[in-house]
């Protein structure tokens, strides 16, 4: 697991796109839990936001609540401050992409790209200037008259995105639009949608339940959990900075130790250990977490082959090596933690051969670098 530096969105003043504004959006099919249940999400003109979640969490639903193509049970969704609630899908000037392409087979790529543009009765010289613009930006010059038959998968996902935005909308909803695709052009097109858009500048409504691919494309992850929103924030604060123990198994690998009961104060105890809680983090928590554990990121714990040679100041407890793997540039150590051995993980060096199997060692961390979360 790597963190992504994020482009930064642009300054207010020059961003461009739409306000997407979700007020206590409520979606009941009358199941056991609403799929989405009192939803407030505000999406920032030009921002990439992302909904990630598991599958079933209720990101499609908001997708299509934003679309249109489903009516809220209750809450109101705005764009640029106008309550969209009652419009129909094609009143909201909406650009949509799903998983399948989903273009006519039967018109050449030009025919589908133009497709909204004709429906919208623009002048036909006109129609033909953004055609020739929309696909030079997805790299398919030249492409004009081919049939979507004579394209790759990669290729004809690329026609529908560039039909979903010929048309200038207001902003783009893609619900899982690379996940037909295999994993290194899912890669490459994660990069070129990233491109797309910061050329166009648009808001961009992604949903995926990929984290690494949220982590890769977003400005912000609205992490979704059966129906509601657990934690919204930047990659890295969702990564560096989880609020609960979901956002930190979603995201990433972690050491988990849940706690008897809850954490206040600045220190917790686990299983024989008494750790060092940081002044941020007991800041963090003004209140009592009644049930709590913390958690460490494998490349933020260290590993010593005895107590003595621990660090001043850290956080530490006695480990086993179960295994070491190999992960190219370095080497994650397999540890079962403490007494009760629970399984966890130390990112290590490719070149310290020395760690086997079996090997009794001391893991330590220091308390900046550990959270403490409600579980
Ligand atoms: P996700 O996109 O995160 O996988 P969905 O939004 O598709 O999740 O679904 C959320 C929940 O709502 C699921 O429990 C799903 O079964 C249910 N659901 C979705 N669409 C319908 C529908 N048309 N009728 C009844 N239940 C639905
Ligand atoms: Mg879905």
Redesign the pocket.
Known sequence: MTTTTVTPAAPAAVRQGTQIRLEHVTKD?G?AVP?VDDISLTIEPGEFMTLL?P????????LNLIAGFETLTSGTIELNGRDVGKLPPHKRDLGMLFQNYALFPHMTVAQNVAYPLRERRLPKDVIRQKVADVLELVQLTGRDDNHPSQLSGGQQQRVALARAIVFDPKALLLDEPLGALDRNLRGALQAEIRRIHREVGSTFVF?THDQEEAMNLSDRIAL?NT?RIEQIGTPEQLYRAPETLFTARFLGDSNVFELDGGATGSSVGWDGATWAVDADTVAAHPGVLTRAAVVVRPEDVEIVRTASKLPSGVNSVPAIVTDVEYMGSYRTAMLALGPSGVKGRARIDAFDSALTRGDDVVAWWRPQRQRVVAA
């Open positions: 099919y199941l799929a979640g599958s079933g969490s209720g990101k499609t639903t908001t949903v979704f129906g």
